[in-house]
């Protein structure tokens, strides 16, 4: 059945989307144990994506501890869990079609941070329906989190997703705000409150393994260019992982076209005080009578 302004088959696209995602995510959340490395959890839930369905919406996120986001193992990387705080972060498309999840797994003793996350994502969800703003949704997130104790992430914030986008309006704020939006039949949103023990800000690290098409030009360098001829025509305009490209000089390409402003780099974001960051993530489509969850 068609949901507002989408017909039949994007709405089938994205739950099909949604249901590939609740899947690799569950079985991917059962790998994540102390000794276990971060590669082997990445490679399997983006290799089982692609079985089950047309490809990642981006790389896997494995974010551990402060870190919040945009964390994802390198090509040799052999970090293993420890007693970490373990933030899982997938996307799957279908056609193109985006659903967007994330679970946190507590390895490290500190649950009630990743209930906090949950149940502010239920109240959000309960929140959901057209004509809701999209301030008053991240009231409810803010509250739930400050009711704990803690503090939303408030530079975080979740977002729509559209065909190759999986980023892209209307902003989900993890606060209250006056400024936002209405939300509209048919609009489809990865909602994701983060909360910490920290003061609730985050920037960017050093590290950068994420990237994504950002002006598609002509480029002169031979490795630059079979990096980018993978990326136009595997990953379109969805973020990629540097080890996904298979050339063996992919690493300077990539920073090469970086500098040039054709790649766009995503650095692991993390939490400003070096505090403990959990993850509740959800994709939702807003429906006449409140919201369909895709993922869960
Ligand atoms: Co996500």
Redesign the pocket.
Known sequence: MSIGPLDDETVENYREAGQVLRQVLDEAAEMVEPGVKHLEVAEFSEERIHELADGCAFPT?ISVNEEASHASPGRDDDTEFGDDMVCL?C?VHVDGYIA???VTVDLSGNDELVEAAEEALDAALDAVEPGAETGEVGAEIEDVIRGYGYTPVLNLSGHGVAQWDAHTGPNIPNRGTERGVELEVGDVV?I?PFATDGRGKVTEGAKEEIYSLENDRSVRNRSARQVLEQVTEEYKTLPFASRWIDSPRAEMAIRRLEQQGVLHGYPVLKEDDGCLVSQA?HTVIVTEDGCEILTE
Request: no cysteine.
């Open positions: 996120n972060d996307g967007d999840a994330a990865a994701e993530e």
